[in-house]
Structures are given as C-alpha cells and as structure tokens.
C-alpha cells in the first residue's frame, strides 16, 4: 500500500521569501513522486515529478522539490514566492506496478503575502 | 492542441438517481483515469481505464462504474446517488500507463451536487 502525508494544511509565506511545503511518503516499490497544483474551481495542474536520478528535480513556475530517500521525504521549495503562487498544493505518489493511479496527500493551502 | 475536457462542469441531482459524466482526453492519450475530490476525503482514485480496459480500480463501491471507447473518450456513472458522493469527479488523460515518466494531464472537473 502506499500513502503520502502533508502535514501542513497552510503554509503562510511573504512575498520574496522562500517557502518550502512538506511531503513525506510510503510505497512498497520504486518511488514515483509528484507535486500538482490547484487553483479555484479548476482541475490539477502538473508542477515537477521525481523517477529517478538527481535528487532536486526542477519545475515549471520556478518551482523545485528535493528527494530525500532516507527520510522518505519530497518537499516542494521555492527560492522567492509570489502572490500568484497562492494555491492549493498537492503531494502524490504512484509507485512501478499500479499503473496511472495515484496516491494524493491531503493537500497544503499556500497563501502569500505581499 | 486542446486539453481534457470534462462535461457537464455542474451537476445537480437528488437522491437515488443515476449521472453520467463525460471525459475526453487530449488527441492522442490512450490512459484515461478518474478522480474523486472531495473536503473530508481529499484526493481519491476511482478507476483507470487505457485502451477500453480497466487497468486499476480503486476502493469505491460498485455503484461507481466506468467505461472507455475506442476513441478513447471515457464516461463514469455513477447509480442511486447518495449524499456523500457530493464531489468534484476529476477526469485525468495520459499516452500511455504506467510507464516511467508518465505525466498525467486533468480536467477541470464535474462538479455534482446530490440534493
């Protein structure tokens, strides 16, 4: 079985500064990782994912997440937030033998301030 | 190119009836899965579907069905509605399943209101 927590519902960060919204996982077989996002009233739309290789993946929207395999961990970072990056964040897991299904945390709000 | 598009965008229904929500995915994309959100229960995986077969069902129950054509558009139906299926029903296309790097691409999503 495999399952993904987001242990923060919010995360409240100033504009310019760096955030940093946390994801942890459990998968029986090789990791997949993802992050999406969701804006209101619309669907997910896909940020940067982990297979394999380097352990800082690089996203859209200047958007990154490093995996940490030891503390099964994929947090989401970004060097300097903005306003528009204010959303609903979504942490997923899938791991090699269950297709297209995805394991989703429960979600972390982002609100930033100008 | 067009993305995945979902209809209805709303729905509203009372008790006991059937719905059929629509997906087609982007030209091209053979994967086809669906997606229950909701606020108590967050993110769930009801069923994929990749060239009309069904690859991987989640833990819903059997009043929660689906189907994919050989266009691969696909519908889900769900029978004697039930407050708690009250949701926004997420519809996601890919090219292939299962495959290393595969991304999946969503839909706006159709929300349904059961009254």
């Known amino acids: 079985a495999q399952s993904v927590a987001q242990p923060e519902d919010q995360v409240n960060v100033a504009e310019g500064n760096p955030l940093t919204v946390k994801c942890t996982y459990s998968v029986s077989g090789n990791p997949y990782l993802f992050w999406y996002v969701q804006y209101p009233n619309r669907g997910l739309q896909f940020l940067l994912k982990?297979?394999?290789?380097?352990?800082l993946v690089k996203g859209s929207y200047g958007f990154e997440a490093e995996f940490n395999k030891s503390q099964t961990s994929f947090h989401l970072k970004k060097p300097s937030a903005l306003v528009s990056d204010s959303a609903l964040y979504f942490c997923?897991?899938?791991?090699?033998?269950?297709?297209?299904?995805?394991?989703f945390g429960g979600g972390t709000r982002l609100m930033v301030k100008p | 190119k067009a993305g995945v598009t979902q209809t209805p965008r709303y729905l509203i229904k009372t008790r006991g009836q059937q719905v059929t929500l629509s997906c087609s995915p982007i030209s091209g994309h053979r994967s086809v899965s669906w997606y229950q959100q909701t606020p108590g229960q967050g993110l769930q995986f009801l069923f994929e579907?990749?060239?009309?077969?069904?690859?991987n069902k989640g833990n819903f129950p059997g009043r929660f069905s689906g189907r994919q054509f050989s266009n691969s558009r696909s519908e889900m139906n769900v029978s004697t509605l039930e407050l708690g299926d009250s949701a926004l029903y997420l519809c996601?296309?890919?090219?292939?399943?299962?495959?290393?790097?595969?991304?999946?691409?969503f839909g706006s999503g159709t929300q349904l209101s059961v009254l």
């Open positions: 997923a897991v899938r791991d090699d033998n269950a297709g297209n299904m995805l394991t």
């Open positions: 579907y990749f060239s009309e077969t069904q690859r």
């Open positions: 982990y297979i394999t290789g380097d352990n």
């Open positions: 996601a296309s890919s090219l292939g399943t299962g495959q290393y790097n595969e991304k999946l691409f």
